[in-house]
């Protein structure tokens, strides 16, 4: 729904793009969809999908006021935000917010294997 968001938070190289990359092809219906990270970009917009998607990577910000200048604010009025790296920005209240984190677990023996924890919550905090 618009206004949706969905932080997604774990360490570096954990699978959030790939669920990000995985939720924007079901959503579209294409599993052969072109969706690159945004790690450069800072966001990717996907906007011939039943709803707009936009995909956040804030990893390289510098400070929480940057994320209204790539177009947070546009996001929630239009669209699902994907959020990665959410860690970066504060003090923003969302109503519509699911915090989906990622981690691997501690047993080896599958190294693909990976543990999501969802918590759902309105307003982001400095942690």
């Known amino acids: 729904m618009k206004g949706d968001v ?3 938070k774990g360490t570096l190289g954990v699978g959030k793009s790939f669920f990000a990359r ?5 959503l ?3 599993p ?3 969706v690159p990270s945004p790690t450069f970009t800072l966001v990717q917009i996907y906007e011939d999908l039943k709803i707009p998607v936009w995909h956040f990577d804030l990893y390289r910000l510098e400070s929480s006021d940057e994320v209204f200048e790539i177009g947070l ?6 669209g699902i935000s994907l959020i990665e790296w959410p860690e970066r920005i504060e003090g923003i209240s969302l109503s519509n917010l699911l915090t989906l984190e990622i981690s691997a677990p501690k047993n080896r023996d599958n190294p693909s294997e990976r543990l999501v924890t969802l918590e759902r919550n309105s307003e982001v905090k400095k942690t």
């Open 73 to 78: 604010d546009e996001a929630l009025s239009e």
């Open 22 to 26: 995985s939720f924007i092809r079901a």
């Open 32 to 34: 052969k969809l072109e």
């Open 28 to 30: 579209a219906k294409n």
């Open 6 to 8: 969905v932080f997604l």
